[in-house]
């Protein structure tokens, strides 16, 4: 069962702006991660569902992290059917996030008042989406299908609109700068927060010192 609830799991992607993105086999190594991110600030993390066993790697990191990082906020993402969110919330996910959107994810989430953030391309996507119950929706693979001109055009007219941008993120304060002036509610980072030649090192304060930074754009750009 969630740990936090909706409003709750919203707040804090909405407050720090900044979502993680991550994936490793071993769970030791991504309790690290988490840990790191959580001493940079980030309150919200997407471990994603991309490998064998991945639901048994967030159970344990998931239960690691009630008592060693209590206020972090743990949900899964590359969720694409109704059956792996129902495995993933019995575990204790407290949001999903998928890259397309699936009207039967929005209705197991809907159900337990889990966040569903759904991976959408287009306006009318977007419109679906929220109209299935989606507060927070996801432009995904955001370069591709217009980059920070995509959400500032859309929400002209959709200014309720929650918006989650994933792919082609970065670190840096000219990119976080684009993405928090187009408009949206956070963002999603990956491969460029969690470089693979820092986690072959193990070089976690490293991780920590680039979260931190990261929030700190993200701040002042929302000034």
């Known amino acids: 069962m969630a740990r936090f609830n909706k409003i709750q799991v919203l707040g804090a992607m909405a407050g720090t702006g900044m979502v993680p993105v991550f994936y490793n086999k071993d769970a030791e190594t991504t309790k690290q991660v988490v840990k ?65 959107f699936n009207p039967e994810i929005a209705k197991v989430c809907n159900r337990r008042l889990v966040p569903y953030t759904p ?49 082609g993120v970065e670190p840096t304060e000219e990119n976080l700068t684009s993405w928090i002036n187009s408009g949206v509610t956070c963002v999603g980072m990956g ?14 304060a490293a991780i920590t010192e680039k979260a931190k930074q990261a929030l700190a754009f993200i701040v002042a750009a929302r000034k």
């Open 119 to 167: 991976g959408c391309g287009s306006i009318s996507e977007i419109g679906f989406a929220q109209e299935a119950g989606c507060d927070l929706t996801k432009v995904f693979p955001a370069p591709n299908v217009g980059g920070p001109s995509f959400v500032k055009n859309m929400k002209a007219p959709m200014p309720w609109s929650m918006v989650m941008v994933t792919g």
């Open 36 to 100: 790191a991110c959580y001493d940079g600030g980030v309150r919200a993390f997407e471990f994603t569902n991309r490998g064998d066993y991945a639901h048994e790697v967030f159970e344990e990191v998931n239960k690691w992290a009630a008592k060693e990082c209590p206020e972090m906020i743990l949900g899964v993402g590359s969720i694409v059917d109704p059956a792996t969110a129902s495995l993933y919330i019995q575990l204790g996910a407290n949001f999903v996030v998928g890259p397309l």
């Open 191 to 204: 491969s460029k927060l969690f470089p693979s030649e820092v986690i072959a090192a193990k070089n976690w």
